[in-house]
């Protein structure tokens, strides 16, 4: 122990004790039973107020000397490291016990739930509120109070009161909503707004004409202010729209031509059909009981015309200014989206090719290396196959006589080294009056030989045969022809790679809801189709033809008021396959061409306006790696490659179709808005048309 250490704390440590209360708290252990510790608590608090005063006013020796200090800290230090020595551990090793089971996985931890994005919505408000009577002046009642009141009674009052006539009028069957009671009360308020409130609340109608109010549950045409208008509609079929008018409550009446069956009284079976003359068809909403849906245009007669695409309203000026609002929501134009088509052909070849060729002659010997293919031929000639070996003839065994002269019979037939042809140097030639008279002897033609022409192999030596011996034929390869005696060499090693080019860029202007085409295929011979009469035997060939090619279907389902285009495509490429005989019968072979077809259908997708669609697809794909080496000297490294060739190629045939949609905007300023770039002759024709076209670069 070291007490020095603590010197320069010795300052601060007197300083505290001086102005600060003193509060010693001391732990002295007792006992230990094995973790568990037990001990007694003596607290000794000194507390002592040193104010700057005091201490002027104390003698100097009650205050510590720094060695005093210096003395007590180093007693202190002392002691607690004695009692740390002393003392058993407070937390003991823990025990470490290993489960051979491993660990229950948890759940995974998964995102919130975020929803999909939604756009804005284009809202149109149309104000559905029933029509009211008009009062010429505006007379107010200051307090009105009534309870299960009539509401004839009370309508006929507050019109008597504004100064007009109340008529009445009940049809059969609707006396119960002319006898409802109403009870009401109003302050300071207009007979106009009272004599409407309880028009609505009895579902009564009601039509001012001049001083004449007509009221009633359904007053007829004459009493009701009517009137008729016709719309000539632009882009809505005029039936849908005079559809769409029924489920708000309208009444539309169309043509029904139904079809019925024409039965055979006798045997019951139906013989033909026949057309019934068209019948007038109601076509109104059915309100189940009980139903509070509201029908805004109850009381509406519409009709449609399908030559001028146009629909005729005719009822009150509400409930046809209203109608006519939603013909004005529902006859929007379809948006048109022009659709560029890049079909690109990628033929992703890589071939990595390395090889050599040597050959050197030697005495009667040449030898070659071939491409991994080593050759050692000795002699001017290469040996006979095991096919000449062991075939008859005159050069796999010695000449047997043609003819005979002891038994007077030739068997002997002669098979030359080359096949016997029409124009041939060799040929069946037959002898005079000799000893081999009727007999076969291969004479070589006059105009054969080495001197008339240096390229075929021909006789260098005849002699003719006696008795008891056969001729004898000696022959020679061409005069031309020898083994180079040079030591020759070859090394070739390539590298090649593929390339991209687009087959079409086409521009398709396809309306919403609309499906447009673009084919770029020709025709193949595919299949036949034979059929054979039964009767007659005449056989009928007919060729099936298919597309060969590039088809590519677009189909724009929706497009929405924010810029998304919502469309699915459908492309199919067909690529002829190696063509095949096939024999249809009676001596008819046709040559036919397989097709290799691959379809895909991206179903619904969604695009933004201007955003880029790639579709990918791989109509082969071919890896193969080939060596070919000499036995042993191939092996041996490095000098081994110039008797071993090696191919790696990598072929991958794809064709790839790029999808741009745009939005063709329907304004007065918006250009042709397809963005089409034709080429140097057809920009000029353009042009001089008077259409702004820019040429390809």
């Known amino acids: 122990m070291n007490p020095s250490r603590y010197a320069l704390f010795i300052p601060q ?49 009650l205050l510590p000397t720094p060695d005093a200090v210096q003395k007590e800290i180093s007693d202190r230090i002392l002691a607690s490291e004695k009692l ?35 756009g804005d919505i284009a809202i149109s408000n149309i104000d559905a509120s029933a029509e009211k009577v008009k009062f010429d002046r505006n007379i107010t009642v200051p307090r009105v109070l009534l309870r299960e009141a009539s509401a004839r009674e009370v309508l006929m009052t507050l019109a008597n009161y504004a ?52 009221v009633g549950a359904q007053l007829p045409q004459g009493a009701r202010n009517l009137i008729s208008r016709t719309l000539r509609l632009n882009q809505v079929k005029a039936v849908n729209a005079a559809i769409f008018l029924a489920t708000q409550g309208a009444e539309y009446q169309r043509l029904v031509t139904q079809t019925e069956d024409i039965v055979d009284p006798l045997t019951g079976r139906v013989i033909g059909r026949r057309d019934t003359p068209p019948t007038l068809e109601a076509l109104e909403p059915q309100n189940t009981e009980g139903s509070k849906a509201a029908l805004l245009l109850t009381g509406l007669r519409i009709a449609a015309d399908e030559r001028l695409n146009s629909i005729n309203l005719i009822g009150e000026p509400r409930q046809v200014q209203i109608a006519t609002s939603l013909l004005t929501q529902l006859d929007a134009r379809r948006r048109q989206v022009v659709v560029n088509v890049k079909v690109i052909d990628v033929n992703l070849l890589n071939t990595d090719e390395f090889s050599s060729s ?65 124009g041939a140097p060799f040929g069946r030639v037959n002898q005079g009056p000799n000893d081999f008279s009727g007999g076969l002897t291969p004479y070589a033609r006059p105009s ?101 090619g590039l088809t590519l279907a677009v189909n724009v389902d929706q497009v929405d008021d924010n810029g998304f285009i919502s469309l699915s495509v459908s492309p199919t490429v067909a690529s002829p396959g190696s063509p095949i005989q096939f024999d249809s019968g009676g001596l008819t072979v046709n040559t036919l061409t397989p097709l290799i077809r691959r379809e895909l259908t991206s179903g619904v997708i969604r695009l933004r306006d201007g955003q880029s669609l790639i579709l990918s697809g791989i109509i082969q794909e071919r890896q193969q790696s080939s060596e070919r080496k000499v036995p042993i000297l191939g092996d041996i490294p490095i000098l081994g490659a110039l008797f071993r060739s090696r191919t790696n190629s990598n072929i991958r045939s794809e064709v790839i179709i790029l999808l741009t949609p745009k ?35």
């Open 13 to 61: 440590i007197a300083s505290f004790l001086l102005m600060a209360p003193l509060s010693v708290l001391a732990e002295t252990p007792e006992s230990f039973d094995g973790s568990e510790l037990k001990s007694s608590t003596s607290k000794i608090e000194f507390s002592q107020e040193f104010s700057q005063e005091n201490l002027q006013k104390r003698p100097k020796n």
């Open 84 to 118: 740390l020595a002393q003392s058993a551990p407070m937390v003991p090793n823990p025990e470490i016990i290993i489960q051979g089971a491993p660990q229950a996985p948890s759940s995974p931890t998964l995102p919130r739930a975020v929803a999909p994005p939604v």
């Open 163 to 214: 100064g007009y006539n109340v008529v009445f009028t009940s049809a059969q069957g609707e006396a119960n909503a002319t006898s409802q009671t109403v009870s009401l009360e109003f302050t300071n308020e207009s007979v106009e707004n009272i004599f409407n409130a309880v028009l609505l609340i009895s579902g009564l109608q009601a039509n001012r004409q001049g001083k004449t109010i007509f």
């Open 358 to 422: 040597f050959s050197f002659g030697f005495n009667d010997g040449f030898f070659v290396q071939d491409n991994g293919a080593a050759v050692l031929n000795f002699g001017n000639m290469n040996p006979p196959t095991s096919s000449t070996v062991s075939r008859p003839g005159a050069f796999a065994q010695p000449v047997v006589p043609i003819f005979d002269i002891i038994s007077g019979t030739g068997t002997a037939e002669i098979q030359p080294f080359i096949d016997i042809q029409n």
């Open 448 to 548: 054969f030989g080495r001197i008339s022409n240096p390229f075929q192999p021909g006789l260098s030596e005849f002699t003719p045969g006696e008795d008891g011996r056969a001729p004898v034929f000696t022959y020679e390869p061409p005069t031309l022809f020898q083994y180079p005696q040079k030591f020759l060499m070859t090394l070739q090693a390539s590298i090649q790679t593929g390339n991209a080019k687009i087959l079409t860029d086409p521009s398709l202007v396809v309306q919403e809801g609309q499906q447009a085409t673009v084919k770029l295929t020709e025709k193949v011979l595919e299949s036949v189709n034979t059929q054979v009469d039964p009767l007659s035997g005449v056989r009928t060939t007919t060729p099936v033809l298919a597309d060969a």
């Open 663 to 697: 939005i063709i905007e329907d304004t007065a300023t918006s250009t042709l808005g397809i963005n089409y770039q034709p080429g140097q002759d057809a920009a000029e024709m353009l042009q001089r048309q008077g259409f702004p076209v820019q040429p390809r670069q």
